[in-house]
């Protein structure tokens, strides 16, 4: 059963708007928020799929989302088996999934939805800070993991960070990940580290950093295509699927700071 105690979002300050007519014309109205800066030129609305099993707990998290002007929840499920379902019925971009839910856990729905629907993003808000949990939720194709007890904080920049493609690990997450490599050397697992050429390493490194291949491509005055086919070998080469894990990958291979 998902947690019920989901903190109520707080109430935007009403500071700075429309405090009293002015001969000014208007300027655009920011989109800035305490939880980051939305994309500018994006096109709509980020399309998301909510699912917990609770709805006091749904209720506190589309109030979250729907506040955002480029967030929009377009359907809810009360379980892992309806999730999927509203992903058949439903264009939605982004899944945010609880992973305690009957019928289906959010973990199940999560594979199944990345084999339905390989373009959609999946995020999981769960109570638990679990390594299990996390591990299970990456596995399965998750490119964020969020905990309830801080969604208010961290929920609206996991979801923009999952629509740029980039990972969102809470701080106790890293720490897990640190932990998994190090058992993972003491137990002789480590892939060798002369497997990557050093321009290979380089593009690593700005991929974990968070750098679009443009910016990648300035920094190292390369072309964009160079870039992307770097890219592609990494993860050719490595065995890895995507920015997440080559992220995890950086870590383990000290090219960035956890």
Same mark, same amino acid.
Do not use: W
């Given at each position: 059963?998902?947690?019920?105690?989901?903190?109520e979002p707080s109430?935007?300050?009403?500071?700075?708007?429309?405090?009293?007519?002015?001969?000014?014309?208007? $300027?655009?109205?920011?989109?800035?928020s305490a939880y980051? $800066?939305?994309?500018?030129?994006?096109?709509?609305?980020?399309?998301?799929? &909510?699912?917990?099993?609770?709805?006091?707990?749904? %209720?506190?998290?589309?109030?979250?989302?729907?506040?955002?002007?480029?967030?929009?929840?377009?359907?809810?499920?009360?379980?892992?088996?309806?999730?999927?379902?509203?992903?058949?019925?439903?264009?939605?971009?982004?899944?945010?999934?609880?992973?305690?839910? !009957?019928?289906?856990?959010?973990?199940?729905?999560? %594979?199944?939805?990345?084999?339905?629907?390989?373009? &959609?993003?999946?995020?999981?808000?769960?109570?638990?800070?679990?390594?299990?949990?996390?591990?299970?939720?990456?596995?399965?194709?998750?490119?964020?993991?969020?905990?309830?007890?801080?969604?208010?904080?961290?929920?609206?920049?996991?979801?923009?960070?999952?629509?740029?493609?980039?990972?969102?690990?809470? !701080?106790?997450?890293?720490?897990?990940?640190?932990?998994?490599?190090?058992?993972?050397?003491?137990?002789?697992?480590?892939? =060798?580290?002369?497997?990557?050429?050093?321009?290979?390493?380089?593009? &690593?490194?700005?991929?974990?950093?968070?750098? =679009?291949?443009?910016?990648?491509? #300035?920094?190292?005055?390369?072309?964009?295509?160079?870039?992307?086919?770097?890219?592609?070998?990494?993860?050719?080469?490595?065995?890895?699927?995507?920015?997440? #894990?080559?992220?995890?990958?950086?870590?383990?291979?000290?090219l960035i700071e !956890?």
């Amino acid at each position: 059963m998902s947690d019920p105690s989901l903190p109520e979002p707080s109430e935007p300050s009403a500071h700075g708007r429309h405090a009293g007519a002015s001969t000014t014309p208007p $300027t655009p109205a920011s989109t800035t928020s305490a939880y980051g $800066t939305p994309p500018e030129s994006a096109p709509s609305k980020i399309r998301i799929l &909510l699912a917990d099993d609770h709805a006091l707990v749904r %209720r506190g998290v589309r109030l979250i989302l729907d506040r955002e002007p480029d967030l929009e929840v377009v359907a809810e499920a009360g379980d892992g088996a309806e999730a999927i379902d509203m992903a058949r019925a439903h264009e939605a971009d982004l899944a945010v999934l609880d992973i305690a839910m !009957p019928r289906l856990t959010g973990l199940q729905a999560a %594979r199944e939805l990345a084999a339905l629907k390989p373009g &959609l993003r999946i995020l999981m808000l769960t109570m638990h800070d679990n390594e299990q949990y996390l591990f299970q939720a990456l596995k399965s194709g998750a490119c964020g993991y969020v905990l309830k007890s801080v969604a208010d904080r961290d929920l609206v920049a996991a979801c923009r960070a999952a629509m740029r493609d980039e990972p969102f690990l809470y !701080p106790g997450a890293v720490t897990a990940l640190i932990r998994n490599y190090l058992d993972r050397v003491r137990h002789g697992e480590e892939t =060798s580290d002369h497997i990557l050429t050093p321009r290979e390493e380089e593009v &690593l490194k700005l991929v974990a950093e968070g750098h =679009s291949s443009k910016e990648i491509a #300035e920094i190292l005055f390369i072309s964009i295509k160079t870039v992307q086919r770097h890219r592609a070998n990494l993860l050719q080469k490595l065995g890895l699927r995507d920015r997440l #894990e080559l992220t995890r990958y950086a870590i383990r291979a000290g090219l960035i700071e !956890p």
